[in-house]
């Protein structure tokens, strides 16, 4: 593994029983350490896909990823200590308050006592939870949710987070201090930040590299800037539509 | 043991916000053993406590009628209304009253019913007597009416119907005795006229087989339904515990639990021990029902008898079957709609077949040896033997093992149905 990568990504493919076609082929990909990297491509992609595997979710058919130089198919519980996760779907229990919710994440991550008492405080003020800490997740509105959902991932102050479509259903303006928070944590704790996204605005502004895939495989890859310069595009949005073209997608 | 104790912690606080499911959980079971214990107490005292109105028409106003109406006074099976068939002139005025609910049964007892019997007797004694006529006439028939209401239990039902024939017997044979008397004293030309004793040479004692010898029992509604009734509603414990299962595993949160570090195993177990001590909380507040608050209505009190031991291991394994079964439950179906119906009607299917609501011993045979296959059936003989027949470890021992291979059965094949549904290819 390269030493200053954080991901590597080799020959990494994914076909699910009973499909013809492959969600992930022959992948290759490297993310450095350190780095905000945005994976983005249409509907069906293979995004999710590639999220899964790297989370330990799925298996992959074939190839093999390397997570800060451990292997995923071998050392996936050594990778589950250093890596937080977001899910696309709210994984919050309704019933329970955002408070609580992120206690149970945070033990579960091994944090104790005190620590734990002051970190989930500390995150809460910082996301704007001041008040609506004790209240059930139910009660919260989508965009609060998708902020204690984002908690719940970086609670443990993980050293790679992995984000599957964290802002969706966002407004501007919550989207936008989320995206902070991370470009924040990004530069603070130089924490490595993989997220798969549709907002290709969003990823233009601060992604330090993207990948457009389409699918199962990577169609280009590059920052942002070096991509809509190569490409001769108004905007990443432009390059995007380029590669994947404009049929739509299921 | 960290992550266990974050999980414990994490469905207590999803269980105390929960006030439908805690309503589920703690209200209902004891509402139902509380319901049941005292339906099935007035079903108990019905038959032993002189409730049932029936009525009596003595037609015949002589020694059978007589000896019937006393005999039935005397057993207390029913309450007795008297008539000498001035009110009730008819089998169908009869059958009106008790259409009408005022009686469950009715015994009609014909006109010269006694006279009958002692002609029938007398020709029966004169056969054996006389040398000449060696073959008997045709016996007139006495006809005794019972009505019964279509409804009426039909325990109560053969209670009547052997009373009735005992009685009848009874003063045949007094009767039977009387006219051989008189016709030896005849023979005998003796002036002597016997008086022969009301009085039984027969005492009948009714003693319940326990293994404590030194106990007593006597049968109540506390002693068999509590256990039937507790047991019953702990294994509904499947339904809360499976639904949650299965809202987990398809909600958004199962994905971050699976990326948490450790294994699954711990967050599952949590879950279940959590379940578990809500099963004993429960077997113990309807357990204190039957010894505190059931007294207090009339009821006897529960005895559990003195084997602590042996009642702390079978509610163990009670509590553990029901948790896996809601485990196994949980992991077999894809929705709560799905585990809600088939786990609900399996447990009453196991139920039955448990002997919960209907005793085992008067199943068809098939049925027996099916409910020796039921967990329910398990526990419940094993509460039986501690609660009722005095047992102690011993007399369990293999209905507790029997309950451990169920959890274990139940915990192996939801592992293998989890890993296959959550493969990861």
Redesign the interface.
């Known amino acids: 593994m390269k030493a200053d990568c954080c991901i590597q990504i080799s020959n990494l493919t994914k076909k699910y029983?009973g499909n013809n076609s492959f969600a992930l082929k022959e992948m290759n990909l490297d993310i450095f350490n350190g780095e905000i990297f945005g994976l983005l491509g249409p509907n069906g992609a293979g995004k999710t896909t590639f999220f899964s595997i790297i989370?330990?979710?799925?298996?992959a058919?074939s190839g093999s990823a390397q997570i800060a130089g451990y292997s995923i198919s071998k050392e996936l519980?050594s990778i589950?200590?250093i890596?937080g996760?977001v899910?696309?779907?709210?994984?919050?229990?309704p019933?329970?308050s955002g408070r609580?919710n992120l206690l149970?994440?945070g033990?579960?991550?091994?944090l104790?006592g005190k620590n734990l008492k002051d970190r989930v405080q500390e995150c809460l003020s910082k996301f704007g939870f001041d008040k609506n800490s004790d209240e059930?997740v139910k009660n919260y509105s989508g965009g609060m949710k998708r902020r204690i959902n984002l908690i719940?991932g970086i609670l443990h102050n993980p050293s790679i987070l992995l984000l599957d479509e964290p802002t969706v259903g966002m407004d501007v303006q919550t989207r936008t201090s989320m995206m902070e928070h991370l470009k924040e944590l990004n530069t603070n704790k130089k924490t490595t930040i993989l997220y798969t996204s549709h907002y290709l605005e969003q990823a233009e502004l601060f992604c330090d590299r993207v990948a457009i895939m389409d699918q199962g495989k990577i169609l280009c890859l590059g920052s942002p800037i070096d991509l809509i310069r190569q490409e001769n595009g108004k905007d990443l949005e432009d390059v995007f539509l380029k590669f994947t073209g404009r049929k739509i997608r299921d | 043991m960290h992550r266990l104790i974050s999980t414990l912690i994490k469905e207590f606080k999803l269980l105390i916000v929960d006030k439908t499911g805690i309503t589920v959980l703690f209200v209902m079971p004891v509402l139902l053993v509380f319901i049941m214990t005292l339906i099935q107490h007035e079903a108990y005292k019905s038959l032993s406590q002189s409730g049932i109105p029936v009525l009596f028409v003595n037609n015949d106003k002589d020694s059978l009628g007589i000896a019937i109406e006393k005999g039935f006074k005397k057993f207390g099976v029913c309450e007795l209304t008297v008539d000498d068939g001035s009110i009730y002139k008819s089998s169908d005025d009869i059958k009106k009253r008790i259409v009408e609910g005022e009686f469950l049964a009715a015994l009609v007892i014909p006109k010269n019913a006694t006279n009958v019997l002692r002609e029938n007797v007398a020709e029966m004694v004169n056969v054996f007597f006389d040398q000449k006529s060696k073959v008997q006439k045709d016996q007139k028939q006495v006809k005794v009416e019972i009505i019964i209401d279509p409804t009426a239990n039909k325990s109560f039902v053969m209670a009547i119907n052997s009373g009735l024939k005992e009685l009848i017997s009874s003063i045949k044979t007094k009767i039977l005795f009387q006219i051989m008397g008189e016709k030896i004293a005849q023979l005998l030309e003796s002036d002597s006229k016997a008086v022969l004793p009301d009085s039984d040479f027969f005492v009948y004692e009714e003693a319940y087989a326990v293994r404590d010898l030194k106990k007593t029992y006597q049968p109540s509604a506390v002693q068999h339904n509590i256990p039937a009734w507790a047991i019953f509603s702990i294994f509904f414990i499947v339904l809360p515990l499976a639904g949650s299962i299965i809202y987990e595993r398809s909600e958004g949160m199962f994905i971050r639990l699976r990326t948490f570090p450790g294994s699954f195993l711990s967050i599952l177990s949590g879950k279940l021990l959590l379940y578990f001590l809500v099963a004993i909380v429960q077997f113990v507040m309807i357990i204190l029902l039957g010894k505190f608050v059931m007294p207090l209505l009339g009821l006897p009190v529960l005895d559990i008898g003195t084997n602590w031991f042996a009642l702390i291991a079978l509610t163990v394994m009670l509590c553990l079957a029901a948790v896996s079964y809601g485990l196994l439950i949980g992991t077999l179906f894809n929705t709560p709609q799905q585990s809600a119906v088939f786990g609900g009607i399996s447990i009453l299917i196991m139920s039955a077949l448990g002997g919960i609501w209907v005793p085992v011993n008067i199943m068809p045979h098939i049925m027996q040896t099916v409910s020796s296959l039921s967990p329910l059936n398990w526990a419940l003989t094993g509460y039986y033997e501690l609660f009722i027949k005095g047992g102690d470890w011993y007399a369990i021992q293999y209905q507790v093992l029997k309950l451990g291979l169920f959890f274990l059965f139940s915990v192996f094949v939801s592992y293998r149905l989890y890993k296959f549904k959550t493969r990861l290819n």
């Not at chain 1, 899910?87 to 919050?92: G, H, K, N, R, T």
């Not at chain 1, 033990?107 to 091994?110: D, K, V």
């Open positions: 029983s989370c330990g979710l799925l298996n058919s519980e589950k200590k890596i996760v899910p696309q779907d709210i994984a919050l229990y019933t329970l609580d149970f994440i033990r579960m991550y091994g104790k059930p719940g």
